[in-house]
């Protein structure tokens, strides 16, 4: 079974943020909405010169930091639920965050190609519950 073009385009996504490259945004909507929902900087911006910001600044607090995708949920026609583990180094605490196992989710809303919402999860628990979907390993 092949993927559906939404996950295929997410899967592009997150492919250059295992790398560490979080510079393309030809993906996004000019009005995507991006959503930071939960961790130590939580914040909500519209658009993507604001996106880009809010990103940058977050990334500014770590070395190394890419996200590393576990599994890839096509939860409806525009929703894609990337499962997924973070690595990178703390700048100022110096956490690896590998040796912590830290594990978040990411969702994506995809109208037509383009990425109209993007909401990012540190936490993976707080991801699913806000989704209604049961803990991993659990029945809903």
Same mark, same amino acid.
């Given at each position: 079974m092949t993927d559906s073009p939404n996950v @295929?385009?997410? +899967? *592009?996504?997150?492919?250059?943020? @295992? +790398? &560490? @490259?979080?510079s393309?945004?030809?993906?996004a909507? =000019?009005?995507i909405e991006f959503m930071i929902a939960? &961790? =130590? *900087? =939580?914040?909500?911006w519209t658009g993507i010169t604001n996106m880009v910001e &809010?990103? #940058? @600044?977050?990334?500014s607090a770590w070395e190394n930091y890419r996200v590393e995708a576990e599994e890839y949920r096509e939860l409806d026609h525009q929703s894609v639920l990337v499962l997924h583990h973070f690595a990178g180094r703390g700048k #100022?605490? &110096?956490?690896n965050l590998r040796l912590m196992r830290a594990e978040g989710a990411s969702l994506f809303l995809v109208r037509g190609g383009r990425v109209m919402r993007l909401v990012n999860y540190i936490d993976r628990e707080h991801a699913l519950a806000d989704l209604g979907l049961a803990p991993e390993g659990k029945k809903p």
């Open positions: @295929d385009l997410v +899967r *592009s996504i997150v492919a250059a943020w @295992d +790398r &560490g @490259d979080y393309a945004v030809k993906w909507d =000019p009005q939960d &961790g =130590p *900087s =939580p914040g909500s &809010g990103m #940058a @600044d977050f990334l #100022a605490s &110096g956490v």
